[in-house]
Nanobody, 126 residues
Framework: QVQLEESVGGLVQAGESLRISCKASSYAFNYYKIAWFRQAPGKEREGVSCTPSRDGTTAYADSVKGRFTMSRDNAKNTVYLQIDRLKPEDTAVYYC???????????????????WGQGTRVTVSS
């Protein structure tokens, strides 16, 4: 069974850092790739990052490269998203998803296939 649960986000000030987590069921962690998405108010959901396997290279959206770092703790079936130098435009609901492939994981014609967590709200004040 695929289950995903994000940690609580929060209200942070611009320039600060925040780490959110996604705990996955063992099945999800072992048989799926894990991705992060976000959806800002009034905008479409966008892919942020995707880790292809336990030891693979994580892919990042160009908009977050250099500030976002995805990591994983295999023993805990948990992936993390470290967000540094937060900006007001990072304000969004962040979702983790279990995806079958990191290639094209954020294509609109694929995202309906993925398994989603409930989302966690991150608000960045200026």
């Amino acid at each position: 069974q695929v289950q995903l649960e994000e940690s609580v986000g929060g209200l942070v000030q611009a320039g600060e850092s925040l780490r959110i987590s996604c705990k996955a069921s063992s099945y999800a962690f072992n048989y799926y790739k894990i991705a992060w998405f976000r959806q800002a108010p009034g905008k479409e959901r966008e892919g942020v990052s995707c880790t292809p396997s336990r030891d693979g290279t994580t892919a990042y959206a160009d908009s977050v490269k250099g500030r976002f770092t995805m990591s994983r703790d295999n023993a805990k079936n948990t992936v993390y998203l470290q967000i540094d130098r937060l900006k007001p435009e990072d304000t969004a609901v962040y979702y983790c998803a279990a995806v079958t492939d990191c290639s094209g994981y954020d294509n609109n014609d694929k995202i309906h296939q993925w398994h989603w967590g409930q989302g966690t709200r991150v608000t960045v004040s200026s």
